[in-house]
């Protein structure tokens, strides 16, 4: 006598597949999730730890009252980058040296989710830390995005009169302290040319690459040697790195490649990439000089 099949559980059966749709949903939005995650926090680690939190409570919360899955998940996100900006202000007042943001490789999607590519570039990222949590949540939200500001002013809990204020007083604090840059073909023409001189020592070439009044900034967060101050003025700026042309660059290999949106070199020794560098230049020239050497901050490009 054959025996009798087992009776189909249909609640289970019900489950995985809400479970399996909740998970396509996820999946479909994660790159824009991540983008607002990114560029809250300037760091690619902890906005990978941020969305993996917002997955856990997509899969744990009562779907079936969730009218719309992308605001539900981008308000959560969202709010959570506000609490963990929060947070990250605090830890990086004890920060060793200058704090720069975690650069990550956009080779593959450019614009990183968002509808545009703002607030994405190493400039933009540092002069965002100037505002508080909620500023610069609007400002993400409406500049990189597009978000109506009625769909923002949901998210953070005000008023769109008061969103709209947040969102012009980021615009005004972004494009207030800087100047107009150059194209993309430019900045990266001057990267490279900038590589070239600080490689051989060319004291000559590297201060006719600079503005007056160009700095330079290294972020090695006390785990490697770098500066632990900026240095500032065109002739310190081109001492600084003829002082070490010869001992830093020997058999380190440079890739000019597409980090944030623009052009930064990676520097490999062994194969291994140990620094990324990048610049922020107008028509003066070379206004500012970043580099990220901060080992616990170069996964994202390596």
């Known amino acids: ?152 002013a949901e998210i953070l809990q005000l008023s769109e009169p008061a969103v709209r204020q947040l969102v012009s007083r980021g615009r005004k604090r972004v494009s207030g302290d800087r100047r107009t840059p150059v194209d993309e073909a430019e900045q990266r023409r001057l990267l490279s040319a900038f590589v070239t001189a600080a490689r051989t020592g060319d004291l000559v070439a590297l201060e006719n690459l600079f503005a007056a009044d160009v700095s330079s900034y290294s972020d090695g967060g006390g785990i490697v040697r770098a500066s632990k101050i900026p240095v500032h003025g065109v002739e310190r700026v081109a001492k600084y790195y003829r002082a070490f042309a010869d001992r830093f660059w020997a058999g380190v290999d440079v890739e000019i490649a597409t980090v944030n949106g623009e052009a930064m070199g990676l520097l490999r020794m062994d194969g291994t990439v140990f620094a990324a560098v990048t610049v922020v230049a107008s028509a003066e020239g070379i206004n500012q000089i970043y580099w990220q050497m901060n080992p616990n901050k170069l996964a994202g490009v390596s």
């Open 1 to 152: 006598m054959e025996a009798m099949p087992e009776p189909v559980d249909e609640t289970a059966v019900s489950e995985a597949d809400d479970l399996e749709e909740a998970a396509r949903v996820f999946a479909e939005l994660r790159p824009r999730l991540f983008g607002i995650a990114y560029r809250m926090l300037s760091s690619a680690t902890e906005a990978e730890d941020l969305v993996q939190d917002v997955w856990v409570r997509w899969q744990t919360c009562d779907r079936s009252v969730v009218l719309n899955p992308a605001a539900y998940l981008a308000t959560t996100t969202t709010r959570l980058a506000i609490n963990a900006a929060q947070s990250a202000r605090v830890r990086r007042e004890t920060y060793v040296g200058p704090w720069l943001p975690e650069p990550v490789d956009t080779s593959a999607d450019p614009l990183l989710g968002a509808e545009r590519g703002e607030a994405l570039e190493f400039a933009v990222l540092i002069l965002l830390e100037r505002l508080s949590p909620n500023e610069r949540a609007a400002y993400v939200l409406r500049e990189a995005f597009d978000y109506p500001y009625s769909q923002i």
